[in-house]
């Protein structure tokens, strides 16, 4: 329970948000009870609980003849100091960190304040009804770490390695890149490998929050985190422990929760100006009324005073506020949603729209080849080689297509001067000769003249050109993803606008935005261009989210309010890029996203709402002398139990 002073730096993402690691300003209420039971954590609550009753039972029913005097205060002492003496040391601490305006302080003074003036019971009570709601307090902290804490603990701490055909068990740490894991059915993988075996099932819930098993095959990459279904599998090491795609995402969580909201800030500084008011507004109610009241006792107005300083604690919000965006984080977690930080839950609760890259966001992203169009003046199978072995350079989906079709590279074809041409393809030079493989936008740019009318083409086209001659084209067809239109229908009854930007070709984005029923699609740009029509989207004073693969749309993903990335498993840069990162590739989870944004935020106004209303009202009865110290308690503990127990509510929630 002590304030935090960390003086970690800030740093900055690819995007230039600061990231600032501190945890800075308010009261820690992590309360790391290590490992104690419930029972441990109450325990000092129901000492003094016990004690607090027999006492009250000999003040007023048992009234026997010795509980008076010195001997009724060591008694309510003994009720006080279980409960008391944690608070006090808190003070005692925050004081010395320069800290002396904590809630800590505020209760200490509170409650001996009601010792020095004789209201011992009260004392003890407001102490004790404190004591409890910290405990729910710790309890629902680590119920909210709940999520995070089972993700931590994902991935194995010992790894058995095959070494001369003999199994071994050794470290995952020091297990090194290139050896040869066995994972048995239900063992899960430590570290980031390629598979030997021919085929495996994997559970791949903890990287992505989908249960449906994915089975990979021979030579396919398999991630830290999955768990082997069916029979044995072997698994060559391709990544240090430390580089492993789970290790770059549990680091992400550990550090989202660093990343403070604007409301969060917000409240963090209000509490360090506001409590010192409180406390001066305190001294002005005991000793002030001596110059305007006839019949002034300094004994009720210290009474109200203390009343005052218990209402006034401003714990509801420095608790539930934090807790609350730690549940939304949580619960995207939980759903394979991993955002960088609780500012990204505020950000995109108030997207208005969502641009969105085409292929592998709303489309699969597994190309296939449909037609192949060489002309007659060339050799098909030469041709063909030669469009194989260049776009093995290139680690567009495409590239795969063409692959898959044609079969083996032959990397006896002598190819120079490769060189990638944003936008349009790839260009290189072959015994000599020119060879351009993309777009018609490509053979545009190099003056390349072609006899077809390509834009009445509904499939991708990929253009070649050899010395300086149109060869002919390649269609090549993505499918649509399973719930693009399910995304869009959720988009839409949200209010959020959809928007499709793509370099494809624009009959192709069309296409598929009627498809879908997006508002708007364009195709054919480059990627200044998209970052144009962000721009244009932006000067109308509106909120964007841009959803891509991160790392080709880096200028896009700088520029936008929310920079989501899709398949977050498949490209490191993703997560380096992103605010936001969906694990899986499913486009549902956009919606999903922006819905636990919302909820976040709506539970957090809530929570202020509250406790401000609450308090408000109460502080002006204390400082009438309308409320008692039992008004005081539910003002701070009651209110603080229940916006800790709204803040919990999101974690329960279906999404």
């Known amino acids: 329970m002590e304030k935090c002073c960390s003086t970690t730096p800030e740093k900055t993402d690819p995007k230039g948000h600061k990231h600032n690691h501190s945890e800075g300003d308010g009261h820690d209420h992590s309360h790391d009870t290590g490992d104690q039971s419930i029972f441990q954590m109450f325990l000092p609550a129901i000492i003094s609980f016990v004690i607090l009753l027999l006492g009250i039972a000999f003040d007023n029913y048992i009234k026997p003849a010795w509980f008076t005097g010195w001997v009724r205060l060591v008694w309510f002492l003994a009720a006080y100091i279980p409960v008391g003496f944690p608070v006090l040391k808190d003070a005692y601490k925050s004081i010395i960190k320069g800290d002396v305006f904590s809630e800590f302080f505020l209760m200490g003074i509170a409650t001996i304040g009601a010792f020095a003036i004789g209201e011992y019971p009260e004392g003890v009570a407001v102490m004790l009804f404190y004591a409890v709601g910290e405990v729910f307090q710790s309890m629902a902290v680590t119920r909210a770490k709940g999520n995070i804490k089972a993700l931590l603990d994902q991935r194995p701490d010992e790894v058995t390695i095959m070494e001369n055909n003999q199994p071994k068990t050794i470290k995952a740490k020091e297990t090194k890149i290139g050896d040869v894991i066995q994972l048995k059915p239900g063992e899960k993988l430590a570290l980031d490998g390629e598979l030997l075996s021919d085929s495996a099932s994997f559970n791949t819930a903890a990287l992505t929050g989908e249960s449906k098993p994915d089975t990979k095959n021979k030579g396919e990459v398999v991630l830290a985190g999955m768990i082997n279904m069916n029979s044995i599998a072997l698994v060559k090491v391709t990544t240090a422990y430390e580089d492993s795609k789970l290790s770059k995402i549990l680091e992400l969580v550990q550090n989202a929760t660093a990343q403070k909201a604007p409301t969060e800030l917000f409240i963090r500084k209000f509490a360090k100006i506001y409590t010192p008011i409180v406390v001066f507004l305190a001294i002005g109610i005991t000793f002030l009324p001596y110059f305007f009241v006839s019949d002034y006792l300094f004994r009720d107005w210290l009474y109200r005073a203390l009343i005052f300083l218990v209402i006034s604690c401003p714990c509801a919000l420095v608790i539930s506020i934090p807790l609350g965006y730690f549940g939304g984080i949580g619960a995207a977690s939980r759903n394979g949603i991993l955002f960088k930080g609780s500012n990204f839950l505020d950000s995109i609760a108030e997207i208005q ?114 010395d300086k001659k149109f060869a002919g084209y390649i269609t090549i067809a993505d499918s649509i993803k399973t719930d693009a239109k399910e995304t869009v229908d959720n988009l839409h009854k949200m209010g959020v606008k959809a928007t499709m930007l793509s370099g494809d070709k624009g009959t192709v984005v069309k296409y598929v935005a009627d498809q879908l029923g997006i508002d708007n699609a364009f195709g054919d740009l480059l990627p200044e261009d998209k970052v144009n029509k962000v721009k244009e989207i932006k000067a109308k004073n509106q909120t964007v989210a841009f959803v891509g693969d991160g790392v080709n749309d880096a200028p896009v993903v700088a520029l936008s309010d929310v920079g989501i990335a899709m398949g977050g498993l498949g490209s490191d840069a993703t997560i380096e890029t992103a605010d936001v990162v969906i694990q899986d590739d499913k486009p549902s989870k956009i919606p999903m996203a922006i819905n636990i944004g919302k909820q976040t935020k709506k539970i957090v106004w809530q929570n202020i709402i509250l406790a401000f209303a609450v308090k408000a009202v109460v502080l002006v009865l204390g400082a009438g002398g309308l409320a008692t110290m039992w008004e005081a308690v539910f003002a701070d503990v009651g209110v603080a139990l229940l916006a800790i127990l709204n803040a919990v509510r999101i974690q329960r929630m279906k999404f």
């Open 353 to 466: 729209n969502v641009v969105m890259d085409k292929t592998g966001t709303m489309t699969e992203g597994v190309f296939k080849v449909q037609e192949v169009s060489i002309n007659s003046g060339f050799n098909k199978d030469e041709i063909m080689q030669l469009v194989n072995l260049l776009e093995s350079k290139s680690t567009h989906p495409v590239a795969t297509a063409i692959h898959n079709y044609v079969g083996e590279i032959n990397y006896s074809i002598p190819m120079e001067n490769v060189e990638e041409i944003a936008g349009h393809g790839l260009k290189a030079t072959v015994n000599g000769k020119e060879l351009l493989v993309g777009n018609f936008k490509l053979m545009d740019k190099f003056n390349i003249s072609y006899d077809i009318n390509h834009a009445n083409i509904v499939y991708t086209l990929i253009a070649v050109a050899y």
